[in-house]
């Protein structure tokens, strides 16, 4: 299963979000009680939000790909694949937590949870060989999207990815030693050059540690 699925569906709910202004409503009824961690523009801040979700939802098959890519090239394949093909079923069959939901409200569901399994996998990977397994870090912009989403639902959303992650780790799909045998550290800022879509660069303010740090996009 390639991206040209994932690609078509984000272009359908975006036909759909231009002729129903369905997620710009939604947005409307939530700027003013996001966390205030979240630095928004003073003007046109619904097309901002929504600008963000959208690029946000973009960069799943973009880092899909990049992921394959590397992964092939580094013989990373057989760690990944387990990964990547869950972060695919998320928008091939979504999950029933996120039914009722549709066009770009349902996406940013569904891109969450496979922005925050890449997350997940590589924090634990990281604690367990000082080492993430691929080179993305969207920590920045899942934090703000679960702002976004809205508790209690965004905290259901990392439950099951939790509960997959337990998984991939109980029967050994991922969290293997010889993954960590790979060292492809040498290669990760070329392959960050390569591939843009790995950096977070969208861009929303978020306060950190008292400090606005500014996500921008290309």
């Avoid at 690609?7 to 939530?30: C, D, N, W, Y």
């Avoid at 996120?98 to 925050?116: C, F, P």
């Avoid at 439950?159 to 109980?170: E, F, G, S, W, Y």
């Amino acid at each position: 299963m390639d991206t040209v699925n994932i690609r078509q569906a984000i272009a359908t709910a975006k036909a759909h979000e231009h002729t129903s202004g369905q997620l710009a409503h939604l947005l409307k009824t939530r700027t003013n009680s996001l966390h205030h961690s979240i630095q928004l523009p003073p003007q046109n801040i619904v097309p901002a939000l929504l600008n963000f979700i959208i690029h946000y939802i973009d960069q799943v098959p973009e880092f899909i790909d990049a992921v394959d890519a590397i992964a092939n090239e580094c013989d990373l394949t057989d760690y990944t694949e387990p990964v990547m093909s869950i972060a695919k079923e998320f928008f091939i069959r979504p999950p029933h937590l996120t039914d009722g939901h549709e066009g770009l409200n349902a996406l940013m569901d569904e891109s969450y949870l496979a922005h925050r399994l890449i997350e997940e996998v590589n924090d634990r990977f990281m604690s367990c060989y000082n080492t993430p397994l691929v080179p993305i870090d969207m920590t920045r912009s899942n934090l703000i999207i679960h702002h976004l989403i809205g508790e209690p639902f965004a905290n259901r959303l990392d439950q099951a990815v939790r509960l997959i992650t337990d998984n991939l780790q109980n029967y050994d799909l991922v969290f293997v030693p010889d993954a960590c045998k790979k060292d492809r550290s040498a290669r990760w800022a070329s392959d960050l050059q390569r591939w843009p879509c790995l950096v977070d660069n969208l861009s929303i303010n978020l306060l950190l540690n008292g400090q606005a740090v500014r996500i921008m996009i290309h």
